[in-house]
T-cell receptor, first 114, second 114 residues
Framework: ETGVTQTPRHLVMGMTNKKSLKCEQH?????MYWYKQSAKKPLELMFV???????ENNSVPSRFSPECPNSSHLFLHLHTLQPEDSALYLC?????????????FGSGTRLTVV | DQQVKQNSPSLSVQEGRISILNCDYT??????FLWYKKYPAEGPTFLIS?????DKNEDGRFTVFLNKSAKHLSLHIVPSQPGDSAVYFC?????????????FGKGTKLSVIP
């Protein structure tokens, strides 16, 4: 039990499919994040949610659509993805989006777009 | 442009010896630095951090050194153990930014040889 649980662990989807990634944290944290890790690239911040409100959106294409229904759950809805979107998607949480608290990461979803 | 750079993609060290992982940054506004460790098929886990008001922080076998004038930090692991074999990510943040975000390097894969 890592405290941050991501499902599914692996996902293969076609370019016309619609799928969703789910993240759940059991730590009582108020901030949640989506990061993307592509091969040979740094982790790239995609979205930040603080108390269920999106506070950052780092120029992510609209084919990625986040949803944060409450402070414990975070979704990433995917539609009409491209093969270059294949990557490891990591969810993280922290006590606050406005302080120097470290993140707790989930194990990630390995996404392959075919 | 990468603001956090880990120029060595990989490092091999003999068990019992010292491992030194390096990280450089370009943003002078960064004032908090962290190291994360990642095993395959798992999310990154927090290892050690340092604030810019310090130049050294130690936790057991792990020590982080910060040289602000050179915009350089390093992680020392002494003695290295086979279980330390993982990818190590350097991360940095800026307290004055609107929301707390971690900027990551690409990672260095450490292999500790028994």
């Amino acid at each position: 039990e890592t405290g941050v649980t991501q499902t599914p662990r692996h996902l293969v989807m076609g370019m016309t499919n619609k799928k969703s990634l789910k993240c759940e944290q059991h730590l009582g944290h108020n901030a949640m994040y989506w990061y993307k890790q592509s091969a040979k690239k740094p982790l790239e911040l995609m979205f930040v949610y603080s108390l269920e409100e999106r506070v950052e959106n780092n120029s992510v294409p609209s084919r990625f659509s986040p949803e944060c229904p409450n402070s414990s759950h975070l979704f990433l809805h995917l539609h009409t993805l491209q093969p270059e979107d294949s990557a490891l998607y990591l969810c993280a949480s922290s006590k606050s989006a406005h302080s120097n608290y470290g993140y707790t990461f989930g194990s990630g979803t390995r996404l392959t777009v075919v | 442009d990468q603001q956090v750079k880990q120029n060595s993609p990989s490092l091999s060290v003999q068990e019992g010896r010292i491992s030194i992982l390096n990280c450089d940054y370009t943003n002078s506004m960064f004032d908090y630095f962290l190291w994360y460790k990642k095993y395959p098929a798992e999310g990154p886990t927090f290892l050690i951090s340092i604030s810019s008001i310090k130049d050294k922080n130690e936790d057991g076998r792990f020590t982080v050194f910060l040289n602000k004038s050179a915009k350089h930090l390093s992680l020392h692991i002494v003695p290295s153990q086979p279980g330390d074999s993982a990818v190590y990510f350097c991360a940095a943040s800026e307290s004055g930014a609107g929301s707390y975000q971690l900027t990551f390097g690409k990672g260095t894969k450490l292999s500790v040889i028994p």
